[in-house]
């Protein structure tokens, strides 16, 4: 069954089933219909990201934000650290949860979308559900953008979006 927005009244986050329409093979969008309906913030924040990829087409890089550290700077030097510093990072490099000690580290969730790095999306099952033009402009932008803050946003959304439509 293909639904579209404007088949539908009253669907709750039209904003949202609108953007998922744009890039999701029709045969696909009424499976979504629940979902869209009991969006989170992260998948608003994700959505939304899909949807400036895809008008512009995949090829604009986005700017560094300013304040948000990915990692150590690379002149970070120990050395210069007063000793309640080291210890205070010290201590957070090592602390575990009871979880972690019984059962082992969680693992990582940029060990999932670092795949990315190596595979095309087009290669990846996440990709079945989408339109060929969608893939082809999140893979220009993945090729052309090197932050992991969007990287990471645009693969847990369409994982998530693929999910819901396989199960």
Do not use: C
């Not at 989170?40 to 087409?57: A, M, N, Q, S, Y």
């Amino acid at each position: 069954m293909v639904v579209k927005p404007k088949q539908l009244k009253d669907v709750p986050n039209e904003r949202y089933f609108s953007i998922v329409t744009d890039i999701v093979k029709d045969n696909h969008s009424a499976k979504l219909l629940k979902w869209i309906s009991l969006l989170t913030e992260e998948h608003k924040r994700g959505l939304r990201l899909l949807k400036t990829i895809f008008d512009l087409k995949g090829t604009k890089k986005f700017k560094k934000r300013e304040g948000k550290a990915e990692s150590l700077p690379s002149d970070f030097d120990v050395a210069n650290l007063s000793a309640a510093d080291a210890k205070r990072i010290f201590q957070k490099l090592t602390t575990t949860t009871s979880y972690e000690k019984n059962f082992g580290a969680r693992p990582t969730a940029q060990a999932d979308y670092s795949i990315l790095k190596t595979k095309k999306l087009s290669s990846l099952p996440i990709a079945d559900v989408l339109k060929p033009e969608a893939v082809r402009y999140f893979e220009n932008w993945i090729s052309i953008n090197d932050q992991a803050e969007f990287t990471g946003r645009l693969y847990f959304t369409l994982r998530d979006i693929a999910t819901v439509i396989k199960n």
